[in-house]
């Protein structure tokens, strides 16, 4: 029974503290998303990094060609032309190429540096946008709007895997990433997501970004290191989550799954180890009450139940949200919505297997620059 409760009790509190602040969260995010009068709109550059072919490219630049936004540019950075696919490019576009691979470099870094260098004078704004996903015609607006707020460094958006036609890997990669957007809400946030930013760019060269890339394996991590130290907010932007319609395999969502948590145990490691411990108690607490239902107890059920039920609803919470982030996925969502309910379960012993794969090194050059393409 000590056993039992070792773990049980903390998965209980655990699940139930997951829940707390949901409401505050769905508030602040209805409120983002609420039209209000026009916010200010400095000049912005938009700039993307293209390493490759994949399906919808050409719609993910016009879309970010498409802008509703009074002043802005976009530049497609690539390393060579050979890196961009015919007949992908929209017409209001700057094409940038960084040359050469340079050894030990980190090819979208590369790119998206050759794009800030090139980027208009009058532009007060540099926004970083993934290639591989869709953002809606409000997206560059809704991550401007929060960099007005009292000290706020940058403003970040985030992914949800819509994958289309779904399957078995790509759908439960869609449900093992949704918690992490979870974490971004009111206040200051833990992280930012390159694939979805946006900062002052008398900020970005204060806060020395540049260099602070060249010497990281991930974009996201450097900038966020660069804004905490600086003691500025990182504000979320409900409004610029970006759709990945793409499919992944095994063992590519594995590998990529893997990497991410590589690099978040280097570069976020208190998230890491909050991760780890929360998984732990969610799992042992789940096979402990699966044990002792087994062996007769009534009350072992009961714990099970709670559990997976406070766990289903944090699931609930997060694809309602999404839907309402993303509207033009919304057929999506009325088809598919569901496995972020029922796969929670599978959903949390994957994350434990890949908190636990993540302690062993990895090949940070071996694979595509940690793209969210997985």
């Known amino acids: 029974m000590f056993w039992f409760w070792f773990f049980a009790g903390p998965a209980l509190v655990l699940a139930a503290l997951a829940l707390r602040g949901e409401r505050k969260r769905a508030q602040f995010v209805a409120e983002r998303l609420t039209p209000g009068p026009d916010p200010v709109t400095p000049p912005a550059t ?5 390493e490759g072919p994949d399906n919808g490219l050409r719609e993910n630049l016009a879309a970010l060609a498409a802008q509703d936004y009074p002043s802005y540019e976009l530049i497609v950075a690539a390393r060579t032309a050979a890196d961009i696919p015919p007949d992908v490019l929209p017409r209001r576009v700057l094409v940038v190429l960084a040359g ?41 607006r809704a991550l401007v709007a929060p960099l007005t707020e009292a000290n706020v460094g940058v403003s970040t958006g985030f992914c949800w895997f819509a994958p289309e036609p779904p399957d078995f890997w790509s759908l439960l990669r869609s449900v093992w990433i949704a918690p992490v957007m979870g974490l971004l809400g009111p206040g200051n946030n833990p992280f930012v997501w390159a694939g979805s930013l946006a900062i002052q760019k008398e900020i970005f060269f204060e806060l020395r970004v540049p260099a602070s890339w060249r010497e990281s394996l991930s974009e996201s991590a450097a900038v966020t290191g660069a804004v905490r130290r600086a003691g500025l907010r990182i504000a979320f932007a409900p409004g610029a989550v970006a759709a990945f319609t793409g499919r992944t395999t095994m063992r590519a969502f594995l590998r ?13 490691p208190r998230l890491w180890w909050e991760g780890l411990v ?18 007769g107890s009534r009350g072992a059920e009961w714990v099970l139940v709670t559990q997976l039920g406070l766990g289903m609803l944090k699931g609930v919470n997060r694809a309602t949200l999404a839907k309402a982030e993303l509207p033009r996925c919304e057929a999506w969502f009325k088809r598919h919505a569901w496995v972020h309910v029922l796969w929670v379960p599978l959903a949390t012993w994957l994350w434990l297997g890949v908190l636990l794969a993540s302690v062993f090194p990895f090949t940070p050059f071996s694979e595509k620059n940690g793209s969210s393409r997985a």
């Not at 090819?107 to 540096?113: S, Y």
Request: a positive charge; one cysteine or more.
């Open 46 to 50: 938009v700039i993307t990094s293209v």
């Open 100 to 140: 050469a691979e340079k050894p030990k470099s980190h090819e979208r870094i590369e790119n998206l540096l050759a794009g800030v260098q090139l980027s208009r004078k009058q532009s007060e704004i540099l926004a970083f946008a993934d290639a591989y996903g869709r953002v809606s015609p409000q997206w560059l």
């Open 256 to 268: 990529w799954a893997r990497r991410q948590m590589a690099l978040a145990r280097q570069y976020l």
């Open 278 to 295: 929360s998984h732990f108690f969610y799992c042992g607490g789940m096979a402990a009450a699966i044990i002792a239902s087994l062996r």
